[in-house]
Structure formats: C-alpha cells, structure tokens
C-alpha cells in the first residue's frame, strides 16, 4: 500500500527536530510541548490528534515507537502488576533527513539500530524529563542554555568493534589499586550559575531506578572520585577549569537516597553527590528550591536566592 502523503507543518518540524535532540520521547512529552493548546497558543487540541499525527509520522518512516508495559505496585503492599505506559518515540534517519533538509540542520541523536529493550526505553526517557526540567528552567531564567552530553554519544571517528571509552564520550576506565573501575554517566552538562563572578560547573547524572545494588553504588562512587580529582572532568568541559564538579542521583524515593547514602558514608566520592526525587526536578524547582541533599542529608539548591 502507497504511503499517504502528509503536508509537513512547522509544528511538526518543531517535534522532529526536539525528538532528534533528546534521542526519544513519549506521547504525553510530544503532546505538551509540540501539540498541545499551551504549546502553540490555538485551541485546544486532544492527545488522541497528537497520536495521529505520530501514527502518520511513523508510517511516512520519519519515527518509530514503542509501546512499554512495565511492572508496578498498584500500592505499596500490594503485587506488582502489568502497566501499559505512553507510546515512546525516536527519530529515524530518514526523520533526521527530512529535518536537515528543510531546517538546514541534523539532529545529533536519530536512531541508528534497534528499537532499545523496554527497561532501557523507560530509563533514558526518565533522563530526557530530567534534562528538559533544566533546559526549561533556563529558559525561563533566560540564562544561556546548559549543553548536554548524553551517555550514548560517540566519537566522529568510533567503530563497532571499539571499546567502550573508545566509542561513548562520557566512557572512563580507570586503574585504581590494581583493580579497574568503569562508568558512562547518563547524561552530563555544563551550567551556568549566576553570582560574582559566575561560574561554569560541570554536572554529571545517575537516573537511578532502584535497579542496582551496593558494590554497583560504591564502584560508581570511586570512579566518580577518580574523575574529579585527576581533573578528568575537563576533558569533557575545558570551561569547567574553575567550579566545583558535581554529580547527581535522581532517585524514586527517599527511601532510595537513605540507601545510597548509607552505602556510601565511607567513600569520598559522596562529597561530589547531590540527591533529589525524581517527582521533584521539576522546571520551577529544579534551580532555586531546596530540593538537593547533599551527603550529610542537608537541602540545597543550585542557585543562591
């Protein structure tokens, strides 16, 4: 069957070209920032028009989807159980081509393989809404954007059979004591904080899902140290020269961050480490509310009011 042709509207240039920047997003992410009344000022529009449009996108070749259903507690107590969540969507490179030729420039971050596993879906889209929360919080700061490395961005010159840190630009192995210590942080970005003078900080982030367990935490922990102490930081941030690096687990629960905090009283990479429920990065708080501990349980926040 012919594929239907489809009039390309700003609008959905705009989606494109956001879905090629952050690597993917779900229905309800696309809805509120791209097809949405408070997303373009008309009236309003429903989330079933924005999955139209999105089952056009996607039979034109320009994106493809996933359909998560993931296990959770209804309630605390209760079994886990099935839950169907939005539609998750990536660019193709044909997307990325149709982006490029009509808006003169590529999306970085199009869909170069297979359709990740449910569990990876799910876990960088949580990285995207923790990334966005900053972006938009810049902007509405009017503050210069922070820039972003994301954990699957690659060398120019990187091939298939490459070791990881020879692949992924956020991938370190150290040697420490006769033992290997490796990590590839979700995302990192380079922010900028107002004051006198203002600095430029290096942050580097850890979605946690609750997934890993202690030796996992304490090995991210050290290798987190070894980055900041021999100034590695810089390789990704050479601005970064005169702030105090960071990085940041966004955790599920409270209960979570007792944990990791417990795990890591006796490692000196917790004094790098700030902490927030992921319910709470949000683009009003994200910067000037209390909703950072640091190691010693205190709230911080970014910015200085």
Not at 166 to 178: D, G, K
Not at 259 to 266: Q, T
């Amino acid at each position: 069957m012919a594929k239907k042709n489809i009039v390309v509207t700003d609008r959905d240039l705009a989606a494109l070209a956001e879905l090629g920047e952050l690597g993917l997003m779900d229905t309800e992410l696309l809805f509120e920032r791209h097809f949405s009344a408070k997303a373009d000022g008309t009236s309003v529009k429903s989330p079933k028009s924005c999955q139209r449009r999105l089952a056009d996108m996607e039979a034109q070749g320009w994106v493809e989807s996933r359909s998560p259903t993931i296990m959770e507690n209804a309630t605390p107590k209760s079994p886990r159980v099935p839950r169907k969540k939005p539609s998750i969507y990536r660019l193709t490179v044909a997307g990325a081509d149709l982006v490029e030729k009509r808006l003169g420039r590529r999306p970085p971050r199009p869909g170069r393989s297979d359709m990740p596993s449910v569990e990876t879906v799910v876990h960088r889209l949580g990285v995207v809404k923790t990334r966005l929360a900053f972006d938009d919080a810049y902007r509405q700061e009017a503050l210069p954007a922070p820039r972003w490395i994301m954990e699957y961005d690659t060398y120019a010159d990187w091939t298939p059979t490459a070791k990881k840190h020879e692949q992924f630009l956020l991938a370190e192995t150290f040697r420490v004591e006769n033992r290997s210590l490796s990590c590839r942080p979700d995302a990192a970005a380079l922010l900028h904080l107002p004051g006198e003078p203002p600095a430029k900080v290096a942050l580097y982030f850890e979605y946690d899902r609750s997934t890993e367990g202690e030796a996992q935490i304490t090995q991210k922990l050290a290798w987190y140290a070894t980055l900041f102490h021999n100034r590695h930081h810089l390789r990704h941030w050479p601005d970064a020269e005169n702030g105090i690096p960071r990085f940041a687990f966004i955790c599920p629960t409270v209960r979570r961050i007792e944990s990791i905090i417990g795990w890591g009283r006796h490692h000196s990479g917790i004094a790098y480490c700030r902490f927030a429920v992921a319910k709470d990065v949000t683009p009003n708080s994200v910067l000037r509310q209390p909703i950072w501990l640091d190691a010693m349980r205190r709230p911080r926040s970014l910015f200085r009011s």
